[in-house]
């Protein structure tokens, strides 16, 4: 039977997992060209083995695999990374795939629902559409870019260069940057009903809340989720979307319900990994 890698590639750490059950994790450094972090993921690869592999990239690609932006890593701006993939990993078959479209499918394969809206808030927001057990639009047109809906006209910058995108309003990072704590001081006031943490995080699942509906005027999932590490490390976030989430109703179209992420913030890793199962 042949094994399957699913490679998870953040703008800070990357994650492997073998469908064999080996899982490893590794961070980038801080300052370093593409070819040098290149070099490092192909370190934790060597050895392994595998006959397929699925890859989850957040950066933006052009048809042909090159890499077209990528704020947290601009190094990499350029760089035919698919050519560089199937170099590093022959002879195995590889796919490459945006890593919210892969984490709506996995979560909608472990939801068992054949429409789902994803939302995965971390240091930056992703996610995707999956209609009919298919991501929407597809991977010949491009990723669902959830993070980078409009959700306040007159909102804060984003790292795309355009104002009130829903990453610069809600994510992980937006969200630290309005309250002017740390995550650990974050996660403690809002434990505590700290006014300013409170009024932070609630903002930000307002603003999550009014993409899910906007998504779900668009293509009527069954379930909407919402995972990612930021929100799964504070409790009582996805019930807090759910509750802002409810109140935008309109007559004769409630939202539809919204849940927590059941693969956490390994969703994107999970659907490397059906990628990965697919090509082989």
């Known amino acids: 039977m042949s094994t399957a890698l699913g490679i998870d590639v953040g703008g800070t750490k990357v994650a492997l997992r073998l469908s064999s059950g080996f899982h490893a994790t590794f961070t980038w450094p801080d300052s370093s060209t593409a070819q040098q972090d290149l070099a490092l993921l192909g370190s934790h690869v060597r050895g392994l083995e595998f006959d397929a592999v699925g890859v989850a990239m957040p950066a933006t690609m052009d048809g042909s695999g ?39 499918v996995a979560e909608a394969d472990a939801a068992g629902c054949a429409d789902v809206v994803y939302l995965g808030v971390g240091t930056g927001i992703g996610g995707g559409a999956v209609v009919g057990g298919r991501p929407c639009p597809g991977p010949t047109r491009g990723s669902c870019e959830v993070g980078h809906m409009i959700v306040e006209r007159a909102g804060p910058r984003c790292d795309c260069g355009r104002s009130g995108c829903l990453q610069a309003v809600a994510s992980g ?97 999970h659907g490397a990994l059906l990628l990965a199962r697919a090509a082989d």
């Not at 090159?66 to 002879?91: F, K, Q, Y």
């Not at 932070?200 to 603003?207: H, K």
């Open 173 to 269: 990072a937006a969200t630290l940057r309005r309250a002017g704590v740390t995550f650990d001081e974050l996660r403690d006031g809002w434990l505590a009903r700290d006014a300013r943490a409170v009024s932070a995080v609630r903002e930000s699942c307002a603003a999550l809340a009014a993409a899910a509906v906007s998504l779900g005027e668009l293509f009527r999932p069954a379930l909407t989720i919402v995972g990612g590490g930021f929100a799964a490390g504070l409790p009582g976030f996805v019930e807090t979307v759910a509750e802002h989430t409810a109140a935008l109703g309109r007559p004769g179209h409630p939202p539809a319900p919204v849940r927590a992420a059941t693969l956490g913030g390994l969703s994107s890793l």
């Open 66 to 104: 090159r890499v077209t932006a990528w704020p947290t890593r601009p190094s990499w701006i350029g760089l035919d990374l698919r050519a560089e993939l199937l170099r590093m990993l022959a002879p195995a078959t590889v796919r490459v795939a945006d890593d919210g479209d892969l984490a709506a």
